[in-house]
């Protein structure tokens, strides 16, 4: 359509409409035409507020650019007092204490940058660049982080939920039915764990990029374990698969099992971090805290190290039955490498974080962790 005649067509149509209230005699038009007057006054104020919130929002994209550009600078000189203070060779007496102080305020000031930075927006990593491209998955308060963490534990609660009656449903039907019949619905299960695990690398990515502290193993294990069970997927109906298959079925249950005891660990610690941030409310303190994790831990860890035992004896019985003479799938000794390298990255985590976690230096991140959920509202609002 000629937009220059749409304009005329515009513009005549409004000064027929000047004309009109007066022609018309229909009483319910009538009232119609005068709660469109209304709805027309109403339009221009919400134009204004809109003009109004475009400004802002323009004016919030170059406060966060400042304040980034600010961080960044700040960084990069504090680095280079950093530098020149460990140069420094043999100081007095008072010159050392210039420099404690000093180091002290440094590291008081890294503490500040991460808190101004949980409220500006971070550049996506390279996989989710891949994936989503530059959209912007930044959450800029408290609140939102705290929500998105407790989403992503939720969607693995229900997920995990869903993958253990399915496999309880396959490997009881092991013992009754006839093998061949129950391919296809071991692949839908394997395939439902590829998309799962491949979710949970997304989630994970963004909660990364927001601020949290998950381990690079755990990110890395949930990749190799879409690889896992990628490869199960292929893995032809055969004699190795069928002297695999009821073994591998117990331990996606017992995973899945082991998954929905680390959701309650996961989400008490999570509850505990916000009542922790809450300043008015004070109901736990950073001891309590510890205490319960420990207690969590207590209990969640021997249910772990039996889930890692089992990875162990997974990647012993496939290595067996690679070299079975009647195993012709590449799929055995491959599947086998991978079992025995999460056993070993889940191991070798694992303890670490213990270690971690009994040394004092849990004290110290406390304090930075008693503010991971302060939100800048004191009733967060609930789920
Ligand atoms: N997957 C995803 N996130 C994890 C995680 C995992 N396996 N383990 C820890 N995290 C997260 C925590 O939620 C926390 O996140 P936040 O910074 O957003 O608050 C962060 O990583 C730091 O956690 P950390 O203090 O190091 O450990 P934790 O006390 O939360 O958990 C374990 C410790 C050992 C209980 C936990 O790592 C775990 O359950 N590991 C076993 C996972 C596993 O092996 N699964 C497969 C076999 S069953």
Request: charge should be positive; hydrophobic fraction near 40%.
């Amino acid at each position: 359509m000629d937009p220059v005649n749409t304009e005329e067509n515009d513009q005549k149509t409004d000064s027929n409409d000047d004309h009109l209230p007066a022609l018309i005699q229909n009483d319910v038009l009538k009232e119609r035409l005068q709660d469109w007057d209304e709805l027309e006054k109403d339009f221009l104020q919400l134009e204004l507020d809109h003009e109004q919130y475009k400004k802002k929002l323009d004016e919030v994209k170059s406060l966060q650019k400042k304040c980034l550009e600010g961080i960044a600078h700040q960084r990069y000189n504090m680095k280079k007092i950093t530098d020149a203070l460990q140069s420094v060779r043999n100081p007095s007496t008072h010159e050392q204490g210039a420099i404690s102080s000093l180091q002290g305020k440094i590291l008081k000031r890294k503490t500040a940058f991460r808190d101004f930075e949980d409220h500006l927006p971070h550049t996506n990593g390279l996989y989710l660049s891949i994936i989503l491209g530059q959209v912007n998955i930044s959450l800029l308060n408290k609140e939102d982080k705290y929500l998105y963490k407790q989403d992503y534990e939720r969607f693995k609660l229900t997920l995990s939920y869903i993958i253990l009656a399915f496999s309880l449903v396959l490997v009881l039907t092991n013992y009754i039915a006839s093998l061949s019949s129950l391919r296809f619905a071991d692949s839908v299960l394997h395939f439902l764990l590829v998309w799962y695990y491949c979710t949970l690398t997304i989630r994970e990515q963004i909660l990364i990029v927001n601020g949290s502290r998950i381990k690079g193993w755990w990110l890395l294990h949930h990749f190799v374990s879409t690889a896992c069970s990628a490869i199960t997927l292929i893995w032809p109906d055969g004699y190795s698969y069928r002297e695999f298959r009821t073994q591998y079925g117990w331990f996606i249950l017992y995973v899945a099992f082991v998954q929905v005891l680390q959701y309650y660990y996961q989400k008490g610690c999570l509850y505990r971090l916000k009542c922790l941030g809450q300043r008015h409310d004070m109901d736990i303190t950073v001891e309590g805290f510890m205490s319960w994790m420990f207690k969590g831990l207590a209990f969640l860890l021997p249910f772990l190290f039996i889930a890692y035992l089992f990875q162990l004896y997974n990647a012993v019985v496939l290595f067996m039955l690679s070299r079975d003479p009647q195993c012709t799938e590449w799929q055995v000794l491959v599947l086998s490498v991978i079992h025995l390298v999460l056993f070993a990255g889940n191991m070798s985590t694992t303890l670490r974080v213990i270690r971690q976690k009994l040394s004092d230096d849990l004290k110290k991140k406390m304090k930075f962790l008693k503010h991971k959920y302060r939100f800048s509202n004191s009733k967060p609002k609930q789920i």
